[in-house]
């Protein structure tokens, strides 16, 4: 009987498979979990490669150094990761789906640690229909304490992009992390132990949008994971000898992770994993005929032999086209961006004061962010109509890969300027890099 985990589908015991598809499955499963577990622990010029601290409102990026006004870079990061996928999607289906989606690659973990410790699918389906007995507590208890030992590291590398690494490790075993670190780790653990562990293919078939709008990716060209119905139909067994190639032994069926039959056409539920054309392949070499009765082939109809040139085919030149501008336009703004920043806040509290020389003075905090890796002096230009002079309560000294906010008076003539706002520039040189410096706008107040 169905349980709600499984969402009303029918467990599925998917028969794995060996072949060259299953070697580049393999293969992009433990590089995708290599880079993702090894990163956090990679430093980089002294500190943690990569990592986003929302407590000091840094990102860093190897040598990269990103402030909260570079979120910019972020939306264009995920802007171009979209059209990455929209782009794989037009060249070759849903192998994204197949072979590095999260879910997939999950999923496929998962069920590695259940076919290790249970067995082969027959194994499985026998012990799950066995009575609860102390031996299928033992099996399904370790089962489930790997999985959960698996997602708990998922989790706690997870938070490892966010703090560092190397801090929060003991304070876990310590039992002492902070709320959001253990908030955040147990709850993405918790998501790789259901989606991964429990619900499987489940999200791929009811839960995952994109299953369901990709095909508008696709076109003509686009290679998918198709049956040759002309050369398998009509099917038959070896004995029957219908005259197809397709031999019906339904193991393209069994190792289908979704559990569909790839030879009723193109369907939704597919995930493009070609588990079924490694199987099939393999049953083609048995029986002594060519392999690709199960194939990656374009959609196009077979009349249409020869298949456009990358540069005409009108998705993928939009796609690669966008994202080659915004490669650019990326490359080239962390080209010119200068190496610190400065926020010029004026203070509101003391609207302008008259000085004992007869000049209004306006103040103001300079906010200095510094991403180079060594403390930085500044020199400070004010330039305005009627400005006297600037009068600093602080160097203007940020420490290395930090912040520093520095009190500023500036002073003004009032037989110069009207009543009213006037317009200021604050710049701001590097004296160690003179050719690295920044203006600000700011406003001076006349009363
Ligand atoms: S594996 Fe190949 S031969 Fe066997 S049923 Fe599927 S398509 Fe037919
Ligand atoms: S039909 Fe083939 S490619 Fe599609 S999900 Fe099933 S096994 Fe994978």
């Not at 029918?10 to 993702?36: D, E, H, M």
């Not at 990455?84 to 037009?90: E, I, N, R, V």
């Not at 070499?285 to 990358?310: N, S, T, V």
Request: aromatic share 10%.
């Amino acid at each position: 009987m169905a349980t709600p985990l499984q969402f009303q589908s029918i467990k599925l015991y998917p028969r794995l498979t060996t072949g060259r598809y299953n070697r580049w499955r393999v293969g992009f499963v433990l590089s995708t979990q290599a880079v993702f577990f090894l990163l956090p622990w990679i430093d980089w010029q002294g500190r943690q490669a990569v990592r986003f601290d929302f407590s000091s409102m840094r990102g860093y990026l190897f040598g990269l150094t990103l402030l909260p006004g570079d979120l910019i870079y972020l939306a264009g990061t995920l802007i171009l990761c979209a059209l990455g996928l929209f782009l794989w999607t037009a060249l070759a289906g849903r192998l994204w789906c197949g072979f590095s989606c999260p879910q997939t690659v999950y999923s496929q973990i998962m069920l590695w640690i259940e076919r290790w410790i249970e067995g082969p699918p027959n194994a499985r389906r026998k012990l799950d229909a066995a009575p609860w007995r102390l031996s299928k507590l033992g099996r399904k208890g370790l089962t489930q304490g790997v999985m959960i030992a698996f997602s708990l590291a998922t989790g706690w590398t997870l938070v490892g992009y966010f703090t560092p690494v190397r801090e929060l490790a003991p304070r876990l075993l310590n039992g002492a992390p902070g709320q959001w670190e253990a908030m955040f780790a147990l709850g993405y653990a918790g998501f790789t132990w259901l989606l991964g562990g429990h619900l499987r293919e489940s999200v791929c078939k009811h839960m995952c949008p994109y299953a369901r709008f990709q095909s508008a990716m696709f076109d003509a060209d686009t290679l998918l994971v198709t049956y040759d119905a002309e050369r398998g139909e009509p099917r038959g067994s070896l004995r029957r000898q219908a005259g197809g190639a397709c031999i019906d032994c339904g193991i393209c069926v069994q190792v289908c992770p979704t559990g569909i039959d790839i030879r009723q056409g193109l369907q939704y539920e597919c995930i493009g994993c070609a588990a079924c054309i490694d199987a099939c392949d393999q049953v083609m070499d048995k029986i002594g005929q060519p392999r690709g009765l199960i194939r990656l082939d374009r959609l196009a109809p077979a009349a249409q032999a020869e298949a456009k040139p990358l540069w005409r085919r009108p998705r993928v030149a939009v796609y690669s086209g966008s994202m080659s501008v915004l490669v650019l336009l990326m490359v080239w703004g962390l080209a010119v961006r200068e190496p610190f920043r400065v926020d010029v806040l004026r203070d509101r509290a003391v609207m302008a004061r008259e000085t004992d020389d007869g000049l209004i003075e306006n103040l103001y905090t300079l906010r200095i962010q510094n991403t180079r890796p060594q403390a930085r002096r500044y020199a400070l230009k004010v330039q305005g109509e009627g400005v006297v002079r600037t009068d600093l309560r602080q160097p203007l000294l940020a420490p290395a890969d930090g912040t520093a906010s520095v009190q500023l008076a500036v002073a003004a003539d009032p037989s110069i300027l009207a009543r009213g706002s006037h317009r200021l520039t604050f710049e701001l040189v590097d004296l160690s890099e003179p050719q690295h410096r920044v203006s600000e706008p700011g406003r001076l107040l006349m009363p």
